[in-house]
């Protein structure tokens, strides 16, 4: 798995680049205006991050890398973990952004517990998005499963607006301090979350050892 790994960095690093700067702006933007209705932009940011696997899995289609790396040494179950294992490093990296620029930019009204609570949320929001959209990805390939893009992002907006009627101020323009005890509706999404990225996984690995090529 880690040689499909530094495969992917590469990859990224010579034709995403352009796309790794605009969760680091959107971060920037939550951070300063977190208190007028930004916040929406830190989750943004992790969601972005989750999605970045498909474009490197849509370079391996359009270069038959997918072909190709089923006659290599590696098991099929390594090289779905490993996009999982890439989603879920880019989303904890743009939701560890926001928290360490939140507390470098606040530190005077310091609010550690509140600026976690957000990127825990943020995090949340991106392994549900991966566990939703991956495994139709995995069974019919990037190309075929785009309709999952609209899909899992319709549901992601689906549950923000559940826990934005719980946890009043989140994503709405406000000029007052959030809350603590409104963001335990959004807290409860995280370990929810978890399970599904693993049974996502499961179903992820299954279909691609089925799959054809």
Avoid: H
């Amino acid at each position: 798995m880690k040689g499909i790994l530094i495969k992917d960095l590469y990859v990224a690093a010579k034709q995403c680049r352009y796309i790794l700067i605009s969760p680091i702006v959107f971060v920037v933007i939550s951070v300063f205006g977190q208190n007028t209705g930004t916040l929406f932009f830190a989750f943004f940011a992790s969601l972005l991050m989750s999605m970045f696997p498909m474009t490197v899995m849509s370079f391996d289609e359009r270069s038959r890398w997918d072909v190709f790396s089923i006659a290599l040494p590696y098991k099929r179950s390594d090289i779905v973990l490993s996009k999982y294992v890439l989603s879920m490093a880019g989303n904890i990296a743009a939701a560890a952004l926001y928290f360490i620029i939140s507390l470098i930019v606040n530190a005077r009204n310091l609010d550690m517990e509140f600026y976690f609570s957000i990127a825990v949320i943020a995090a949340s929001f991106g392994f549900i998005y991966t566990a939703i959209a991956f495994p139709p990805i995995f069974k019919m390939g990037v190309e075929k499963g785009r309709i999952w893009y609209l899909i899992s992002i319709a549901v992601i907006s689906a549950i923000g607006g559940v826990i934005a009627e719980n946890a009043s101020g989140l994503f709405t323009p406000t000029t007052e301090p959030i809350p603590m005890e409104n963001l335990s509706a959004g807290l409860i999404v995280f370990p929810i979350s978890l399970v599904l990225l693993v049974i996502s996984a499961v179903i992820s690995v299954k279909f691609y050892e089925k799959r054809e090529f």
